[in-house]
């Protein structure tokens, strides 16, 4: 079965620092997806980033980057220059599409996020 | 697009009271989840459906949640009768197999007293 762990239940840095947010993924398939989502104050889920298991190439979006590495089953997530804004709960997740069709994410405990000015 | 549209927004019902969530996914979508959020469990998926047909209700807690979709444009998740551990935001997501993302809803805080 499907699972995803993140560590850091909160991590607590000051404006301006780098941070980088843990994610360990355990799956049987060889055909998946990692996904982050962050979920601010007001409480919605904000879509971040999709990556496929046969796709390797880290990605930057601005201050964000995200590295994915199939040997240790890791996909990180790194804020440069971290903002007040920025503070929100984290999550990471997978999803395991059967018969070529979706299916549900399976949702990692979450980090907290707070920055602090 | 409004995107996923979730209603209500809040929730606050007593212990034994029928409840029932409702979740218009983007058109176009095929698919459409329901999660639950709570402190203890996190986010965890209930079930969903694909064109409209139940496809894994495995995560449905008990016989007192049931769920349906009787058009591509509609689905409700209901509760009968409730109890305070049901207390949890809800949220609605719907997806296409062709892009593979998941747009959520905004959630709807349900509190049982």
């Known amino acids: 079965a499907q699972k995803v762990t993140q560590a850091q239940t909160e991590i607590s840095v000051v404006e301006k620092e780098d941070v980088t947010l843990d994610c360990v993924y355990e799956t049987r398939d060889t055909t998946y997806y990692l996904f982050w989502y962050k979920q601010p104050p007001s409480g919605e889920l904000v879509f971040l980033i999709r990556?496929?298991?046969?796709?390797?190439q880290n990605e930057i979006s601005g201050r964000y980057s995200w590295n994915f590495q199939k040997s240790t089953s890791s996909f990180n997530f790194t804020i440069t220059a971290s903002q007040v804004v920025d503070s929100a709960v984290y999550f990471c997740?997978?999803?395991?599409?059967?018969?070529?069709?979706?299916?549900?994410?399976?949702f990692g405990k979450g980090t907290h996020l707070i920055i602090q000015p | 697009d409004a995107g996923v549209i979730q209603s209500p927004r809040h929730e606050v019902t007593e212990m034994g009271q029928e409840v029932t969530l409702r979740c218009k996914p983007i058109?176009?979508?095929?698919?459409l989840f329901w999660y639950r959020q709570t402190m203890m469990r996190g986010l965890e998926l209930l079930i969903y459906?694909?064109?409209?047909?139940?496809?894994?209700d495995s995560g449905m807690p008990e016989d007192r949640f049931s769920a349906k979709m009787p058009n591509a444009s509609f689905s409700t998740l209901k509760i009968q009768p409730s109890e305070p551990r049901d207390s949890a935001v809800y949220f609605c997501?719907?997806?296409?197999?062709?892009?593979?993302?998941?747009?959520f809803g905004s959630g709807t805080r349900l509190t049982v007293v």
């Open positions: 459906f694909n064109n409209n047909v139940p496809i894994d």
């Open positions: 997501a719907s997806s296409s197999v062709l892009l593979y993302g998941y747009t």
């Open positions: 058109s176009g979508h095929d698919y």
């Open positions: 990556r496929n298991s046969f796709d390797e």
């Open positions: 997740a997978l999803s395991e599409p059967t018969g070529g069709g979706a299916d549900g994410l399976t």
